[in-house]
């Protein structure tokens, strides 16, 4: 077990060279990795964004397309309601 001023003594040569390693290349390069990481993070929200967008449009013609051929299709019954029935006319 350590005693005295070895503990102190060794937990900041450590702190130094945490600092000293974490400042320099290997630092810079975990950091960039991190960022990198982010980044690509980023990217495939944007991604996904423009795909839920696009859906959005689609379902919206599909919405568009719906109403047009209800539309006709009610009409058709108006139409239909409208003319005489073929057994009616002979009768």
Same mark, same amino acid.
């Given at each position: =077990?350590?005693?005295?001023? $070895?503990?102190?003594?060794? /937990?900041?040569? =450590? ?5 000293? /390693? ?6 810079? %390069? ?7 990481? &982010?980044? %690509? ?9 423009? $795909? /839920? +967008?696009?859906?959005? &449009?689609?379902?919206? $013609? /599909?919405? +568009? ?8 299709? %009610?009409?058709?019954? $108006?139409? %239909? ?8 006319? &002979?009768?």
């Amino acid at each position: =077990m350590l005693n005295g001023p $070895e503990l102190p003594i060794i /937990v900041l040569f =450590m702190s130094l060279a945490a600092i000293f /390693v974490l400042r320099g290349p290997l630092g810079r %390069a975990i950091g960039e990795r991190i960022g990198a990481r &982010h980044d %690509a993070g980023d990217r495939e929200l944007q991604d996904l964004k423009g $795909e /839920v +967008e696009d859906l959005r &449009h689609q379902l919206y $013609e /599909v919405q +568009e397309r719906l109403d047009f051929a209800e539309r006709l299709l %009610a009409r058709q019954d $108006e139409r %239909a309601g409208a003319l005489p029935k073929g057994g009616d006319a &002979h009768g």
